[in-house]
């Protein structure tokens, strides 16, 4: 039987553990906006919602300092949608080499013991409406 996908909520469990992935987009898009944070500033507030979990991190002293010297004012609301909509635009599917934690061995057999090539998309915020699942 040939495997024509497999999907998996990957974050913290096959490939991400630690949920390093959203992190990463926090990191990466604030400092497009030149406001450097750190992996651990950007995961203090892990687990609220995205964009509340933005605003916690644009409203922290240190954060909103460094964004009022880049920008001249403090950080709005406007701005956490800005920063929500370009993560949104950069989690379209995209091909990444990914190293899984070992050993991954389900009932499925499926087992990948070095870094692979695999199709990714929605590394923190849902792009694609999931009101329906089908099972094929």
Not at 7 to 16: C, K, N, R, S
Request: proline content about 9%.
């Amino acid at each position: 039987m040939k495997i024509k996908a497999v999907v998996f909520d990957w974050a913290g469990t096959i490939i991400d553990h630690g949920s390093r992935a959203p992190m990463g987009a926090f990191v990466k898009v604030l400092s497009e906006f030149q406001v450097p944070i750190t992996v651990a500033e950007a995961r203090r507030p892990m687990g609220l919602p995205k964009w509340d979990h933005i605003k916690t991190l644009l409203t922290h002293p240190d954060i909103a300092a460094r964004w009022h010297a880049a920008h001249g004012s403090a950080p709005t609301d406007r701005d956490v949608d800005r920063v929500i909509e370009i993560i949104r635009e950069r989690c379209h599917s995209r091909t990444e080499q990914v190293s899984p934690i070992p050993p991954v061995v389900e009932p499925g057999e499926i087992y990948m013991p070095y870094p692979m090539e695999v199709e990714v998309g929605g590394a923190t915020i849902f792009v694609l409406n999931v009101e329906r699942f089908e099972k094929c």
